[in-house]
Every structure is written in C-alpha cells, then in structure tokens.
T-cell receptor, first 112, second 112 residues
Framework: NAGVTQTPKFRVLKTGQSMTLLCAQD?????MYWYRQDPGMGLRLIHY???????AKGEVPDGYNVSRLKKQNFLLGLESAAPSQTSVYFC???????????FGNGTRLTVT | SQQGEEDPQALSIQEGENATMNCSYK?????LQWYRQNSGRGLVHLIL?????REKHSGRLRVTLDTSKKSSSLLITASRAADTASYFC????????????FGTGTQLKVEL
C-alpha cells in the first residue's frame, strides 16, 4: 500500500516562480489536507477538502491555491513563490470527520 | 489561541525509562490525537481519544484526557532508542469541522 504520496520530495524555486505540489492517496479517503511545517511553529493548515470538487481555506491560505478534481488527488499551487513560503509541506488524508490523519512524507521547498 | 501547547519542548531520557509529555489547550474539543514524527518523515498517528473518554492504551502508550483541566498526557513506558522522535498533540476543535490544530511538539531523545 502506497498510502499518501507526495511529489516532488524537494524543490528549489526563485522568487516569483510558480509550481504545483501533487498529493495522491490510494485509500479512498474523502478528506484531504495541506499543511506547512516551520521550525518552532508546528503544523499549520493551508487548505483542505471534504470531498471531490470541494476545497476550503485553512489557517494560512494566502499565496496558495488548491484543486481536488479527482477524489484521490489534491493539488497545491503557488502562483508566485515568495521566500516566506520556504517550508516543508505535508499532505494528509482521512476517511471522514474526527478520524486519524494519514500523512505523506513531505515536500521540502526552498524559495530563494 | 486554538493550538495545543506541549510541555516539555524537549525531553532526554535513558532507554528503559518512562517518558511523559503533556498537552494543554484553551478551547472546546471533541477529540484529541497524538502523532509521532521521525526526523525527515511525515507524521504517524498514535492514539485518538474522544472528549467523553478519560484514558486509552495502545501497546506501551497510555493517553489520558482531562477536559475539566483542558489537558492531556502521553506516557511511553519502557522507552527504546527507536522512540526518539517529535511528538505532537492535535486538537479536533468543536465546531471546527474535521480540521486538526497541531501543537509545536515535544522532541524526545532516548539514549542508550
């Protein structure tokens, strides 16, 4: 079982460039999430989805967009990268409300 | 803040000893979850405890929840070097949908 797979694992961007992070899950989970993890700040929720075709804002959504066109995929886009978006990004999924989250292994993004 | 606060921030013990980590919060929750994160990896779910539960066990892990004091503790008994990791509490906030709010974590080091 692959679980939650994130691609790419590492990426370096220059300020102003754009990119898309891909998250794929093979557990038929309804809910999917994007978090960012910064030193000393724990994980902060960027956007999440409660089903195919739905998205909602989390705690720190500015500068990011998401899409959930297929149930198994959740894409996180950065339209114009900024150094403040240097972070480790984690995708997670869960089968429903009040359920444990299953995490991918993260994407380490550096914006110079 | 709706974030849980873990205490201590860092903990170093000898193999075979018990490790206790605490999580305090200020909001109303319907569940509290504990996760482990090994260096460079994604988070792994350990235990979920609901607001109407007081204690749960899983192998060498014991979690307690005191909603009147708004606090939870994670006890790892007979620790092993492989338990070295960061441990996070995550709050399922009442009325917050299925979003989890993570604390900043406790870094546990178990020395041989």
């Amino acid at each position: 079982n692959a679980g939650v797979t994130q691609t790419p694992k590492f990426r370096v961007l220059k300020t102003g460039q754009s990119m898309t992070l891909l998250c794929a899950q093979d557990m038929n989970h309804e809910y999917m999430y994007w978090y960012r993890q910064d030193p000393g700040m724990g994980l902060r929720l960027i956007h999440y989805s409660v089903g195919e075709g739905t998205t909602a804002k989390g705690e720190v959504p500015d500068g990011y967009n998401v899409s959930r066109l297929k149930k198994q995929n959740f894409l996180l886009g950065l339209e114009s990268a900024a150094p403040s978006q240097t972070s480790v990004y984690f995708c997670a999924s869960s089968p429903g409300p009040n359920s444990p989250l299953h995490f991918g292994n993260g994407t380490r993004l550096t914006v110079t | 803040s709706q974030q849980g606060e873990e205490d201590p921030q860092a903990l170093s013990i000898q193999e075979g000893e018990n490790a206790t980590m605490n999580c305090s919060y200020k909001t109303s929750i319907n569940n509290l979850q504990w996760y482990r994160q090994n260096s460079g990896r994604g988070l792994v779910h350990l235990i979920l405890i609901r607001s109407n539960e007081r204690e749960k066990h899983s192998g060498r892990l014991r979690v307690t929840l005191d909603t009147s004091k708004k606090s939870s503790s994670l006890l790892i008994t007979a620790s092993r070097a492989a338990d070295t990791a960061s441990y996070f509490c995550a709050l399922g906030i009442t009325g917050g949908g299925n979003k989890l709010t993570f604390g900043t974590g406790t870094q546990l080091k178990v020395e041989l």
